[in-house]
C-alpha cells in the first residue's frame, strides 16, 4: 500500500504534468485569416489546414530545427529550418521566434487564458515593442501571439483538449517525393568530382563546360561584366565560382561564402548575372554536376 506521502507526491505531480494537447487555432496575418487544427506530443506540434481547396499539413521538429510542409493532395513535403521563410510562412510561433533572434524579448508579467498560467513575452527591436505572445509552459506552446506592428495580425488557440499523441502524426509518409520551394522533385547532388582539369580563357567567352572541369579567366579593367549561365542538358548542373587576387582567395566578407556564389540549375534554367568585378581579380569556375553552358562578357 503506497503511504500517505508517495500518494502526495503522485497527485503533486499529477496536478503539474504536461498535458499532450490538441486545438484549434486561427492565424490571421493582416486581416487574410487561415484556420489550423494542432496536435502537439509537447515537443513536436503539427498543423492541419486548407486554402482554397488544397489541403496542408505542417509537421515542426523543433529539437532537429526541422519543418515538414506537406502537400496530401499531390503527396509532397518540401522540407526546410525551422526559421526557414517557408517555415516561418506557415507557423506563427517559428515567425515569433525569429524575430526573437533579432531583437530582445522581456517578460512582461503572467496571465491566465483558458485555465492555463502563462507567461507574457515581449519582443522589442530598436526599443519598440513589435510582439507581444503568451506561453504556457503546461502546453509548452503559445496561447496567443499578436503583432504591435501590423494591425489585425495575431493567432490564438481555441478548443484545447489532452490527447495521447500518436507518432506517426509526426513523421512524413514513406510514398511522399521531397520537392524544393518550386515544387520540383529533390535530385540528389553526386559527390565532389575526384579529378579535376583545368583550362583558361580569355573575356568575351561562351563555352559548355563538364563536370570535373575549372576554369580561370583574368579580369583586365574595372567593369560590369555578364555572367550567363544556362542548362540545355537534360540533368541538373551545378557551378560555384572564386575570386582570386595576387593568387589568394579574397576574404568571405568581400566574395561572399559558398552558397551566394553556388548556382544549382535544372533543365531549361538560365541565371543572368550582373557582377562589379575590379582588374586583377583572377576568376575560377568550377563544375561540380552535370554540363553547363557559360558566357562571360563585358556589360
Given at each position: 500500500?503506497?503511504?500517505?506521502?508517495?500518494?502526495?507526491?503522485?497527485?503533486?505531480?499529477?496536478?503539474?504534468?504536461?498535458?499532450?494537447?490538441?486545438?484549434?487555432?486561427?492565424?490571421?496575418?493582416?486581416?487574410?485569416?487561415?484556420?489550423?487544427?494542432?496536435?502537439?506530443?509537447?515537443?513536436?506540434?503539427?498543423?492541419?489546414?486548407?486554402?482554397?481547396?488544397?489541403?496542408?499539413?505542417?509537421?515542426?521538429?523543433?529539437?532537429?530545427?526541422?519543418?515538414?510542409?506537406?502537400?496530401p493532395d499531390k503527396k509532397f513535403v518540401h522540407i526546410t529550418s525551422t526559421d526557414g521563410m517557408m517555415s516561418r510562412m506557415n507557423d506563427p510561433?517559428?515567425?515569433?521566434?525569429?524575430?526573437?533572434?533579432?531583437?530582445?524579448?522581456?517578460?512582461?508579467?503572467?496571465?491566465?487564458?483558458?485555465?492555463?498560467?502563462?507567461?507574457?513575452?515581449?519582443?522589442?527591436?530598436?526599443?519598440?515593442?513589435?510582439?507581444?505572445?503568451?506561453?504556457?509552459?503546461?502546453?509548452?506552446?503559445?496561447?496567443?501571439?499578436?503583432?504591435?506592428?501590423?494591425?489585425?495580425?495575431?493567432?490564438a488557440l481555441s478548443d484545447i483538449n489532452k490527447w495521447k499523441a500518436d507518432p506517426g502524426m509526426f513523421e512524413v509518409p514513406e510514398d511522399y517525393?521531397?520537392?524544393?520551394?518550386?515544387?520540383?522533385?529533390?535530385?540528389?547532388?553526386?559527390?565532389?568530382?575526384?579529378?579535376?582539369?583545368?583550362?583558361?580563357?580569355?573575356?568575351?567567352?561562351?563555352?559548355?563546360?563538364?563536370?570535373?572541369?575549372?576554369?580561370?579567366?583574368?579580369?583586365?579593367?574595372?567593369?560590369?561584366?555578364?555572367?550567363?549561365?544556362?542548362?540545355?542538358?537534360?540533368?541538373?548542373?551545378?557551378?560555384?565560382?572564386?575570386?582570386?587576387?595576387?593568387?589568394?582567395?579574397?576574404?568571405?566578407?568581400?566574395?561572399?561564402?559558398?552558397?551566394?556564389?553556388?548556382?544549382?540549375?535544372?533543365?531549361?534554367?538560365?541565371?543572368?548575372?550582373?557582377?562589379?568585378?575590379?582588374?586583377?581579380?583572377?576568376?575560377?569556375?568550377?563544375?561540380?554536376?552535370?554540363?553547363?553552358?557559360?558566357?562571360?562578357?563585358?556589360?
Amino acid at each position: 500500500m503506497k503511504s500517505i506521502f508517495a500518494l502526495s507526491v503522485c497527485l503533486l505531480f499529477s496536478g503539474n504534468m504536461f498535458s499532450q494537447f490538441t486545438a484549434e487555432m486561427v492565424n490571421v496575418v493582416q486581416g487574410n485569416e487561415r484556420n489550423y487544427k494542432v496536435y502537439s506530443d509537447l515537443e513536436n506540434y503539427r498543423y492541419e489546414f486548407e486554402e482554397s481547396g488544397d489541403r496542408g499539413v505542417v509537421i515542426v521538429h523543433p529539437t532537429e530545427n526541422k519543418t515538414f510542409i506537406l502537400m496530401p493532395d499531390k503527396k509532397f513535403v518540401h522540407i526546410t529550418s525551422t526559421d526557414g521563410m517557408m517555415s516561418r510562412m506557415n507557423d506563427p510561433w517559428q515567425a515569433y521566434l525569429w524575430f526573437k533572434t533579432a531583437g530582445e524579448e522581456k517578460n512582461e508579467g503572467t496571465t491566465k487564458i483558458m485555465g492555463y498560467d502563462c507567461t507574457t513575452q515581449a519582443v522589442y527591436q530598436s526599443g519598440s515593442k513589435v510582439f507581444t505572445c503568451n506561453f504556457s509552459e503546461k502546453l509548452n506552446f503559445p496561447l496567443t501571439i499578436k503583432s504591435d506592428i501590423d494591425e489585425n495580425t495575431y493567432m490564438a488557440l481555441s478548443d484545447i483538449n489532452k490527447w495521447k499523441a500518436d507518432p506517426g502524426m509526426f513523421e512524413v509518409p514513406e510514398d511522399y517525393v521531397e520537392v524544393d520551394r518550386r515544387l520540383r522533385p529533390i535530385i540528389p547532388e553526386p559527390p565532389p568530382p575526384g579529378n579535376w582539369t583545368a583550362a583558361r580563357e580569355s573575356i568575351p567567352f561562351n563555352i559548355i563546360m563538364k563536370r570535373g572541369e575549372k576554369m580561370w579567366f583574368m579580369i583586365t579593367e574595372d567593369d560590369y561584366y555578364k555572367l550567363i549561365i544556362q542548362n540545355s542538358s537534360d540533368a541538373p548542373g551545378k557551378l560555384i565560382y572564386h575570386i582570386y587576387k595576387d593568387e589568394k582567395p579574397i576574404d568571405n566578407n568581400e566574395q561572399g561564402p559558398d552558397k551566394y556564389r553556388t548556382y544549382r540549375l535544372f533543365p531549361g534554367e538560365k541565371k543572368n548575372l550582373t557582377k562589379d568585378w575590379e582588374a586583377g581579380y583572377e576568376i575560377l569556375l568550377e563544375l561540380y554536376e552535370g554540363e553547363l553552358q557559360v558566357e562571360v562578357r563585358p556589360e
